[in-house]
């Protein structure tokens, strides 16, 4: 993100987040986006966009560093989660990032062994 914030660290958000989602709490059904849903810009980091607004250009500029899982997006724009899947919602709508499924992995070997897992189970109990 830029060096310019349109939130305070100390205070919070000087933006309330409906202001930012223009009042939506959810994104279309075309970009529904889970925690997981992996984000990929679509252009170069030189396009510019001049009709975006500051949170929807400051997340894409993001997205633009590498592809990352929603949930990494939120922390690392310091936003809560329902505006950033409303913003996700808004470039994926402009065609400017493509949001992905997230890939389920088979689970087997180690991490698929009852007895490993009430293991750790245990072990987290102790704590």
């Not at 493509?98 to 009430?118: K, M, N, S």
Request: hydrophobic share 40%; aromatic share 2%; no cysteine.
């Amino acid at each position: 993100m830029s060096d310019e914030h349109w939130y305070e660290d100390e205070t919070g958000s000087m933006v309330r987040p409906y202001t930012v989602t223009r009042g939506r709490t959810r994104p279309s059904e075309r970009h529904t986006a889970d925690l997981m849903s992996r984000v990929t810009a679509l252009e170069p980091d030189d396009a510019a966009h001049p009709d975006l607004d500051h949170a929807r250009a400051s997340l894409l500029d993001l997205i633009r560093r590498g592809a990352r899982p929603v949930a990494e997006l939120a922390a690392d724009a310091d936003l809560p989660l329902t505006v950033v899947r409303v913003l996700l919602g808004d470039l994926a709508e402009a065609g400017l990032i493509r949001i992905d499924a997230p890939r389920h992995l088979p689970v087997a070997g180690p991490a698929a062994d009852p007895v490993l897992l009430r293991e750790i189970v245990e072990r987290l109990r102790e704590l």
